[in-house]
């Protein structure tokens, strides 16, 4: 077994969000539940994006702004996930490249590429309705065993489970790395991801994952409860490492018996917080992956997904490396 | 003469911005002068952006910026500007009309829209690189005499001087606002497009024009000076109101006699100063517009300019109506 030439492969559909601020009567006048991901069709994209409000349009996709952030750290990251030929396909592909990703599934021609129309809140809290167009055309052929085999870990999203084509690529991968002798890395995505794939998540983590990451409300629904605690005694001992994002109140690491608890990173305002969660696996996964302990990875995730917290949009605006001396 | 229905209209470039931080370095290794606009051709367009780092992408444009923070502090704002058929159109066009500015040219179909790569260096200045694409093709069939009758400011950026037909619309939209006994306003917009056109933008200025808007290396260009006070003393009585924007130093208005001198805004942490100008014109012209006297439409102008310095974009992310009330 030669050692790894990337850190971290991610595999995710590949989105361009339009983020826009709107009140929470936006929200319930078109039936959508904060904090939550729902799927939409062509026609129910066209009619939300026709009463949004201004917004902005960022490259975006959990997985790939996973994958962007482990480059800004200075790590090798490398992104499976396809794009449309039309010109926000271009610019996903610009944005994770010019990141330093590497990025080679050709786009498909035929669908448009993936649009997440992310409404944010004034608590800052976003609320995303994702139009998988091109992303569905994703499968088991576009994995690069290569590349997978090459990398120490490979970081699957929990949203790759709705395309069913996708799902089949999700597995492929998870072979690939676990043949490979390399860890699996999983995020439950969104609660509602969980309501629709609750077994099927189960049996992976009980199966071929080694780091989970789930935030609060995630970790909640896969077990049905409403408490934090005793969804983390479940979740104690179903894999190597289960990391459960809190918001303000930081981050915990179960790990064997051992829970390790870690303060979230000071944020001077809180202006949006799409991509936190995926900044945080970015930086948990860059300091697995390059030889910090597991209360120095949460940390780190922490200080990456504050840097994110502070404009609109889910990906860091200037090189996250700058994290590393503090 | 029947009272104006629209506030202002206004006739510009419609672009999409991509803005993206780089360092120095990237400037000179490109040849780009920091602070100016510099226009590009579609193949140096695809080189640059080739080079550039991760960006966004926001709606733009000098003039339409403006307008939409006229319609963001409550007034009725139009803007006439033509965009491609491609997605960067549809983008352009939803927000532009979801900011509540009324907005009727027809896309063109052949040209993309125009696009504008914009550097934005640590010190949060912005270097523009700006390819006009389906922008060149606005002209005097374009300009709507009626709304332009109805408006009680028409505001031209200098910008429009570039494309040989735009620059004929420009003038149609001129005459037409001075035969409804209505107001010119007019954007000097860079110091390289003056240089481009001096001698015609004074001829405006000694002649249709009402107000002007400058920034301070735009005046002293006009006048080929290094000296601020030499330009505001030549300035002096060219036209009814010349409004100097001096960025942290706040802005100077010359009415008659007499120089209006208003400090800058507060603002906690300047990222970006894209569209600040823009910004600022559109407080001002809201005054103007309803009944503030100079000194007051100075300090608005400043207000709404502090709103757009804090992220990066050209436009307000919410409401200026807000500023209204402090």
């Known amino acids: 077994m030669s050692a790894p030439t990337v850190d971290v492969i991610c595999m995710g559909n590949a989105i361009v969000d339009v983020l826009a601020y709107a009140d929470e009567t936006f929200l319930s006048e078109h039936g959508l539940t904060k904090g939550t991901m729902r799927l939409i069709d062509a026609q129910q994209a066209a009619a939300l994006y026709a009463d949004l409000p201004p917004g902005i349009e960022a490259s975006g996709g959990a997985a790939a702004n996973t994958a962007v952030g482990v480059a800004s750290l200075g790590g090798e990251a490398a992104f499976i996930g396809r ?16 990141a330093g990703v590497r990025f080679e599934t050709p786009p498909a021609s035929g669908l448009p590429t993936a649009q997440c129309l992310v409404v944010v809140t004034p608590d800052a809290q976003r609320t995303l309705s994702t139009f998988l167009g091109a992303s569905q055309q994703l499968g088991p052929a576009d994995v690069d065993v290569a590349v997978i ?48 794939f609750r077994d099927e998540f189960l049996d992976l983590l009980s199966g071929p994952v080694d780091v989970l990451f789930a935030n609060e409300t995630e970790a909640c629904s896969l077990f049905e409860v409403d408490s934090l605690p005793i969804a983390l005694r479940e979740l104690r001992g179903m894999c190597d490492i289960a990391v459960v994002t809190r918001g303000a109140d930081g981050s915990s690491v179960l790990v064997g018996g051992e829970q390790i608890d870690v303060p979230a990173a000071h944020v001077d305002s809180v202006v949006d917080t799409t991509g936190a969660g995926d900044l945080y696996a970015a930086g948990f996964l860059y300091g697995l992956t390059h030889g910090l302990d597991l209360r120095a990875c949460a940390e780190l995730g922490g200080r990456c997904a504050a ?14 490396s700058a994290l590393l001396d503090s």
Chains 1, 2 share one sequence.
């Open 307 to 320: 840097a994110v917290l502070g404009h609109l949009g889910p990906r860091p605006q200037t090189p996250l």
């Open 83 to 98: 794009v449309g030929t039309d010109q926000l396909g271009a610019v996903f592909t610009h944005d994770i490249r010019n």
């Open 149 to 196: 085999d090459s990398a120490a870990v490979t970081y699957l999203e929990g949203y790759l489970w709705d395309p069913p084509e996708a799902k089949e690529a999700f597995r492929a991968a998870m072979l690939a790395a676990r043949g490979a002798d390399r860890r699996v890395a999983f995020s439950l995505s969104d609660a509602f991801c969980v309501d629709r």
